[in-house]
């Protein structure tokens, strides 16, 4: 059997078929497959029972493309051109090139989604920047994805062809562990994230930036009425990634909630907790944000700046701390603890370069602090934070760009001048 590879991946072994196959041209050096070459297949399909294979001169460099379900699915076969602005050099992380690429190969629980709106998140730029590690360039990223269906897969039962839907900063599992059969998916070992990552078969997974996704149905969330897609977008990474966190901890009436770090995911961090009726105390470091942090909606605001006991007026007051810094420099970690009524939980939201700062042991023990992490988090929690965004009017404060403008964008999250979220509007279709 034949080996084909994706830039950056494994080799992927050919699927044999008994039914029927077709042989695609590829372009020279380019890896992307001619889209006259699938219009083809289609057409001759839609006029006959039987599908001959396509052939090509024997000069030609040439892949043998093969499908195991046969002749029934490529009446099925879309027409999408994905296609996405992509960076090629993580030495050059805010120049973007339009490329076309290859999606995921279908499968009949998956829907596909033609992308309207993409917000712009903080770990887009750790990932190709290479603040995280390495990327496998070339690479689209962006994963606070809305749209509208275009297809979908014959086994998926809650979701139709025309409906409004979002794809957050996961796209598989493994659909068979503990943590994927107790709505813990964000969870599972084996997870795949919308970007950067790879499938079983090798196809690299690529974001937003782009035409159009797919995805398993399990995780694309179907956007209610009353929330708009541009308002959505941001929603799907960094408003679930604190409203998982508030929520699994018991966020609600009678509470007292910090939240640490006022940006992009501190914005909503403030909105979903005073939606779920806690009381909200905002912690920045000067005042240039007090203005925008009253306007959210928190009770109280405390500027630390360089005051190196501002902690002490709040010890054991918090039931719940959430921190979105996205820096780890000089955080003062053990004074953020004390802050913590007994049992309290400090969870970490942000995901800072640099690791956190040493603790002794000793910082837990006089409140019992609770240190823990969140991965944004499931579809249970995802329509449940759409639904109260609905029914609370809950609108992120978000700055429209088209997707050509992805350079601005991302530099501007870069240099930490975002309002708090960038969306990107399509403009490639």
Same mark, same amino acid.
């Given at each position: 059997?034949?080996?084909?590879?994706?830039?950056?991946?494994?080799?992927?072994?050919?699927?044999?078929?008994?039914?029927?196959?077709?042989?695609?041209?590829?372009?020279?050096?380019?890896?992307?497959?001619?889209?006259?070459?699938?219009?083809?297949?289609?057409?001759?399909? $839609?006029? $006959?029972?039987?599908?001959?294979?396509?052939?090509?001169?024997?000069?030609?460099?040439?892949?043998?493309?093969?499908?195991?379900?046969?002749?029934?699915?490529?009446?099925?076969?879309?027409?999408?051109?994905?296609?996405?602005?992509?960076?090629?050099?993580?030495?050059?992380?805010?120049?973007?090139?339009?490329?076309?690429?290859?999606?995921?190969?279908?499968?009949?629980?998956?829907?596909?989604?033609?992308?309207?709106?993409?917000?712009?998140?903080?770990?887009?730029?750790?990932? #190709?920047?290479?603040?995280?590690?390495?990327?496998?360039?070339?690479?689209?990223?962006?994963?606070? #994805?809305?749209?509208?269906?275009?297809?979908?897969? $014959?086994?998926?039962?809650?979701?139709?062809?025309?409906?409004?839907?979002?794809?957050?900063?996961?796209?598989?599992?493994?659909?068979?562990?503990?943590?994927?059969?107790?709505?813990?998916?964000?969870?599972?070992?084996?997870?795949?994230?919308?970007?950067?990552?790879?499938?079983?078969?090798?196809?690299?997974?690529?974001?937003?930036?782009?035409?159009?996704?797919?995805?398993?149905?399990?995780?694309?969330?179907?956007?209610?009425?009353?929330?708009?897609?541009?308002?959505?977008?941001?929603?799907?990474?960094?408003?679930?990634?604190?409203?998982?966190?508030?929520?699994?901890?018991?966020?609600?009436?009678?509470?007292?909630?910090?939240?640490?770090?006022?940006?992009?995911?501190?914005?909503?961090?403030?909105?979903?907790?005073?939606?779920?009726?806690?009381?909200?105390? !905002?912690?920045?470091?000067?005042?240039?944000?007090?203005?925008?942090?009253?306007?959210?909606?928190?009770?109280?605001?405390?500027?630390?700046?360089?005051?190196?006991?501002?902690?002490?007026?709040?010890?054991?007051?918090?039931? #719940?701390?959430?921190?979105?810094?996205? $820096?780890?420099?000089?955080?003062?970690?053990?004074?953020?603890? =004390?802050?913590?009524?007994?049992?309290?939980?400090?969870?970490?939201?942000?995901?800072?370069?640099?690791?956190?700062?040493?603790?002794?042991?000793?910082?837990?023990?006089?409140?019992?602090?609770?240190?823990?992490?969140?991965? #944004?988090? =499931?579809?249970?929690?995802?329509?449940?934070?759409?639904?109260?965004? !609905?029914?609370?009017?809950?609108?992120?404060?978000?700055?429209?760009?088209?997707?050509?403008?992805?350079?601005?964008?991302?530099?501007?999250?870069?240099?930490?001048?975002?309002?708090?979220?960038?969306?990107?509007?399509?403009?490639?279709?």
């Amino acid at each position: 059997m034949s080996k084909r590879r994706t830039e950056g991946g494994p080799p992927i072994p050919a699927r044999s078929n008994k039914k029927c196959q077709f042989t695609c041209l590829e372009q020279s050096g380019g890896g992307g497959v001619y889209k006259s070459a699938i219009e083809a297949v289609v057409r001759l399909n $839609s006029t $006959s029972t039987l599908l001959p294979s396509i052939e090509a001169s024997p000069s030609t460099d040439l892949h043998s493309v093969q499908h195991s379900e046969g002749i029934q699915n490529y009446s099925k076969m879309s027409e999408t051109v994905f296609k996405g602005y992509a960076v090629k050099d993580g030495s050059k992380w805010d120049e973007f090139e339009v490329m076309e690429y290859q999606p995921k190969n279908w499968e009949e629980t998956d829907v596909e989604i033609a992308i309207t709106h993409c917000g712009v998140c903080g770990s887009d730029v750790h990932t #190709i920047n290479g603040g995280w590690g390495g990327a496998p360039y070339p690479l689209v990223v962006g994963h606070e #994805i809305v749209g509208k269906v275009i297809r979908v897969g $014959s086994q998926v039962k809650d979701i139709k062809v025309g409906d409004r839907v979002g794809v957050g900063a996961q796209i598989s599992a493994c659909y068979d562990c503990r943590a994927c059969n107790s709505n813990n998916e964000n969870y599972c070992p084996k997870q795949t994230d919308t970007y950067g990552h790879f499938y079983p078969d090798g196809i690299k997974t690529m974001g937003g930036y782009s035409t159009a996704i797919r995805a398993n149905h399990r995780f694309v969330f179907p956007i209610p009425d009353g929330v708009e897609s541009r308002h959505a977008a941001s929603m799907l990474c960094a408003g679930l990634t604190v409203y998982s966190p508030l929520s699994r901890n018991g966020c609600g009436p009678g509470k007292k909630v910090a939240i640490i770090g006022i940006g992009g995911l501190g914005h909503y961090a403030i909105l979903f907790a005073k939606a779920l009726g806690a009381e909200v105390t !905002a912690f920045t470091q000067s005042d240039r944000k007090v203005k925008d942090i009253e306007a959210l909606g928190a009770d109280h605001i405390v500027i630390t700046g360089n005051d190196a006991n501002f902690h002490k007026p709040y010890d054991r007051q918090f039931d #719940i701390i959430v921190c979105t810094r996205d $820096s780890s420099r000089d955080m003062p970690l053990a004074e953020y603890l =004390s802050m913590l009524w007994v049992n309290g939980k400090f969870i970490v939201a942000g995901l800072p370069d640099d690791p956190l700062p040493p603790i002794s042991a000793f910082a837990l023990l006089p409140n019992g602090a609770n240190l823990g992490g969140s991965h #944004i988090g =499931s579809k249970v929690e995802a329509l449940a934070m759409l639904q109260l965004a !609905a029914e609370k009017g809950i609108k992120p404060w978000i700055e429209e760009l088209p997707m050509k403008d992805v350079g601005k964008a991302i530099r501007g999250v870069f240099q930490n001048k975002a309002r708090y979220r960038y969306v990107l509007t399509q403009d490639l279709v």
